[in-house]
């Protein structure tokens, strides 16, 4: 309980304290809108219908999976074996969807997939591997951001 309004409730007070609240709520989203480097926050806010438990529960969902399969695409990246690196950086794809196909994150995933589709020699992809983690290390940084945010 964050106030209170006696009776007999009258209209512009309890039309005040609901602008003031939502003011807030606006403002923290706005907030952390603003923060996110590789989550498309409108797109996961809008997906869970603003359930701030839902939506933690998504990512803590997420943190089981993403982990072991980065560390997987790393290790057959070193390997060099593109088909491998293709087939993984896909498969991440979906993992990674539910925060977003707009984030820069998603796109180097994809452009990682492309390269080792193509005709792209192992150095390249090496480097654009190295892009994605650099991007992951923001992906997390957002991710805790929204562990940590009161939803």
Do not use: W
């Not at 309004?5 to 939502?22: A, D, R, V």
């Amino acid at each position: 309980m964050n106030d209170y309004i006696s009776k007999p409730i009258h209209e512009k007070e309890l039309q005040h304290l609901l602008s003031k609240y939502l003011a807030e709520r606006k403002a923290l989203l706005d907030s952390l809108q603003s923060a996110m480097h590789c989550v498309d926050f409108p797109f996961l806010y809008d997906m869970v219908m603003g359930n701030g438990a839902f939506l933690k529960n998504i990512i803590n969902q997420f943190l089981k999976q993403f982990p072991g399969e980065m560390e997987e695409l790393g290790m057959v990246v070193r390997k060099r074996n593109k088909s491998q690196i293709a087939k993984l950086s896909h498969h991440i794809q979906s993992t990674v969807s539910v925060l977003g196909r707009k984030s820069p994150f998603f796109k180097q995933l994809e452009y990682v997939e492309h390269m080792a589709n193509n005709n792209s020699t192992p150095d390249e992809i090496i480097t654009a591997y190295a892009r994605l983690e650099e991007l992951n290390q923001l992906l997390m940084q957002d991710i805790n951001r929204l562990l940590e945010a009161n939803l």
